[in-house]
């Protein structure tokens, strides 16, 4: 069971990215699911966060604003919308998926491979 992020890409300061997480089949449902971030030389952290039912989000302060958080259960699969990116968004982005709340905010339990966003000045 996997949870596949996609989306990345080189992009000028300013511009915008669309990230997806899509999960197989069943995988996850029910699942809290969020977005970290690990910059070179820099410790991984959290981005954003929401909700099975999309009700609740939340977001780093850094990107409040900015990034928009979205999912369609329908399809499994989680979005991060990124505008007026900054150079200082440049790095490998992760998806991640948690039964409990508490725990998608800090230290999930499960995975994705990243994808590397990249913005240049």
């Known amino acids: 069971v996997q949870l596949q992020a996609s989306g990345g890409g080189l992009v000028q300061a300013g511009g915008s990215l669309r990230l997806s997480c899509s999960a197989s089949?069943?995988?996850?449902?029910?699942?809290?699911r969020g977005w970290y971030r690990q910059a070179p030389g820099k410790e991984r952290e959290f981005v954003s966060a929401?909700?099975?039912?999309?009700?609740?989000?939340r977001y780093a302060d850094s990107v409040k604003g900015r990034f928009t958080i979205s999912r369609d259960n329908a399809k499994n699969t989680v979005y991060l919308q990124m505008n007026s990116l900054k150079p200082e968004d440049t790095a490998v982005y992760y998806c991640?998926?948690?039964?409990?709340?508490?725990?998608?905010?800090?230290?999930?339990?499960?995975w994705g491979q990243g994808t590397q966003v990249t913005v240049s000045s």
């Open positions: 089949g069943q995988a996850f449902r029910g699942y809290a």
């Open positions: 991640a998926a948690d039964p409990r709340w508490v725990a998608i905010l800090s230290d999930p339990r499960n």
């Open positions: 929401i909700t099975w039912s999309g009700g609740t989000t």
